[in-house]
């Protein structure tokens, strides 16, 4: 009878065992389930930033005109409206390393025109190429091309093939990050308080590229700096 009576309690005891364990396991479960879902909950959200800077550097071409009939006397007209144009360049400020100037291109229009063409047969067209970070300098050099005309250069009026450059990227990159970042979370903040939860540790960010294009089309020489940063938050209640 006392075996019998061990017996049964030994095994009350090892199922009073078993069922604390399953309880034990169960809320275990639960906790990691719940722990689960709450790591699993985000938001993603995209960042703005933006500048608007100057532009450090301008490629400006100039170029110019002769006709005639006779190849080597226009040719040596070309020359000499170079040597104008060289010395108007380098008296405004303009370094020798500044100023580089090619082979001319000649347009023969008698081989181009099979019935013939009227006017003069060659015309020769120059090109002389200013690259100069001295942006300022050079935006008054375009408004006085008329001096050129005065000397009696034929100087073609294509301004909008001036391009002006901004190269100082880098400067302005870890800023730009930082206020794009700083623009997602405060997004993030708002979506996650009108849905009853606060944002986490960011799960994955990625940074867009970098944009530079011109500020207005009337202005070239200031330029507009963009970056879109995309920030995954996870959220908790």
Known sequence: MQLADKSWISGACVGLGVAAGLVFLGCSVRGAVDAYIGQTRVVTVKGLAERRVPADQVIWPITFRRTGDDLLATHALLEADSEKVIRFLKGSGLGEEEISFGAPNVQDRQTEYSNGARGPRYVLTGVITVNTPKVALVRGLISRQKELVGQGISVASEAWNTRYIYTKLNDVKPGMVEQATKNAREVAQKFAAD????????????????????ADSSMPYE?????????TYFLKD
Do not use: E, L, P, Y
């Not at 009853?196 to 011109?214: C, E, L, N, P, W």
């Open 195 to 214: 849905s009853g939860s606060h944002i986490g540790r960011i799960k994955a960010a990625t940074q867009g590229q970098f944009s530079v294009t011109d």
């Open 223 to 231: 330029k507009n700096v963009r970056v879109v940063t995309t920030v």
